[in-house]
């Protein structure tokens, strides 16, 4: 596939979104397309994948890449444009100021150590509290409430019946380094073996396991993979 | 003179070849470097400083900058489709990363985007069909009188004043100051910015405030020859904005 104004326009989309659904992504290849290529027929929907992967190859060397993730609170899929090295919120920018940063790091932390990874949306704003340090006042709950909107909008957290969750470029760009500094609080679906944030709980044992990998194995066997007891769950 | 033996000159042949292989490993990495800072200094369409990049991707050696700049700036045009454009800014090199492509359809943006980007089409469009610089204080008296306050929160655009201060700090629109004979102070204009120039198109603004006002946009004849071009221009009349 040659590299044209399509990649482009569809790359600069990706990435003043942040975090798009599939759905949205076809959307806005379909009127890319219109601008930039109308003379070619209406793209398939599989087009979006085959123009990902041609920017990710022309992206890697910058260390950026448009990632494909399946996210279970939802049951949607995602493309997500992300930093491979660290996040660009700790890199050099000038978007946040110290507290805000603090902010988002208090909740990822508390999002990783909470039960389920879910925190009602009061938990978020009381965290302000915290953000207060050398000389810095601390977050207001007015700004906090602006910033969960923007993060929300980015695609790093998803409020969804009131509760905080992970967003799916959260899990995208922060998996290693939660895994780094959380591994004993964070598992892996013992199926795919992807560190796993959100999906069914076995009632006899604590293993969680991504809805898409358990469907297709109680296709075949009808026990829970780990502790090999039946599976009452309803998936 | 003696001849060197053959295979010194060999080996020093093939010491040649690996340190130009090394430099151009070398020059990929600073070459990446300077693409990688440019994008994240410009996530915010802020206007950034040669030595900033300078500083943070190439360890403060401002004669690599020279070097490399040019296949950064071809990098971010092939793979990205942006341009990055020179900036007078207080004696300070500067530029501003603009894309090249013209954010056609609303769906490409997400909500906030599409908020302030309304924002400031009717701000730009206003200066527009004012001829193309007007004073700020009547840039919000037209504001006002389309239930746009400077002050407060706006039931779509939120912070109208916070918007508009970004707008000028990412090179949207250019706040001057003027000495106007007959005042005492200096008064401020407010005129189309560096990045308004390359990305906005005339053409789309010119459409979208004359659907607004029901009129066709041949009417304005000077603004239609700026946006349209002379050949579209042929049989309109003058006419002014009140």
Redesign the interface.
């Known amino acids: 596939m040659t590299?044209t104004?399509v990649h482009?326009?569809f790359?600069?989309?990706c990435s003043?979104?942040?975090t798009i659904s599939a759905q949205?992504a076809y959307?806005?290849l379909v009127?890319?397309y219109a601008?930039?290529a109308a003379s070619e027929s209406v793209p398939r929907e599989d087009a979006v994948a085959e123009v990902v992967a041609a920017i990710n190859t022309?992206?890697y060397?910058?260390?950026?890449k448009i990632a494909y993730i399946h996210y279970d609170p939802t049951d949607t899929d995602f493309y997500v444009f992300v930093s491979l090295l660290e996040s660009?919120i700790d890199?050099?920018?000038?978007?946040y100021t110290l507290p805000e940063l603090h902010y988002f790091r208090a909740l990822l932390r508390e999002l990783t150590l909470s039960d389920d990874h879910q925190l009602p949306s009061i938990a978020c704003l009381n965290l302000t509290n915290e953000t207060g340090s050398d000389g810095h006042k601390a977050l207001s709950k007015g700004r906090a409430e602006q910033l969960l909107t923007?993060w929300e909008?980015l695609g790093y957290f998803l409020v969804l019946e009131d509760k905080c969750h992970f967003g799916p470029k959260a899990i995208v760009e922060f998996e290693k380094y939660l895994n780094t500094n959380y591994a004993d609080v964070i598992t892996r679906c013992c199926l795919c073996n992807v560190t796993i944030f959100y999906g069914v709980r076995c009632a006899t044992c604590p293993q969680i396991l991504h809805k898409d990998c358990l469907k297709k194995y109680l296709r075949r066997l009808t026990n829970c993979p780990a502790c090999k007891k039946l599976w009452s769950v309803p998936v | 003179m003696p001849r060197q033996s053959q295979s010194h000159s060999r080996s020093s042949q093939r010491s040649q070849i690996e340190s130009s292989a090394r430099e151009s490993v070398d020059e990929r990495h600073h070459v990446a470097n300077v693409v990688k800072t440019i994008l994240n200094l410009s996530i915010n369409k802020a206007i950034i400083k040669r030595s900033d990049i300078t500083a943070i991707a190439l360890k403060s050696d401002s004669r690599l900058f020279n070097r490399v700049i040019a296949e950064a700036t071809e990098i971010l045009r092939d793979v990205y489709g942006y341009e990055l454009i020179d900036a007078e800014n207080k004696n300070q090199k500067s530029m501003i990363l603009c894309s090249l492509l013209e954010t056609g359809s609303l769906l490409e943006l997400n909500e906030s985007y599409r908020k302030k980007y309304t924002l400031l089409f009717i701000v730009l469009g206003y200066i527009f069909m004012k001829g193309g610089a007007i004073a700020e204080g009547l840039l919000w008296e037209f504001l006002h009188t389309v239930g746009i306050e400077e002050q407060g929160e706006h039931s779509y655009f939120g912070d109208v004043k916070g918007r508009y201060e970004s707008f000028i700090k990412q090179a949207y629109i250019l706040r001057t100051k003027k000495s106007i004979e007959g005042m005492s102070e200096e008064s401020t204009f407010v005129s189309w910015g560096l990045r308004a120039k390359h990305e906005v198109s005339k053409k789309n603004v010119l459409d979208a405030f004359c659907k607004i006002i029901k009129r066709k946009p041949t009417n304005f004849k000077s603004q239609y020859i700026e946006a349209y071009g002379m050949e579209g221009a042929e049989g309109g009349e003058a006419m002014v904005v009140e």
């Open positions: 590299y104004d482009r326009a790359l600069q989309a003043n979104h942040g949205q959307d806005i009127g890319i601008r930039y022309r992206i060397p910058f260390d950026q660009p890199l050099q920018q000038k978007e923007e909008d």
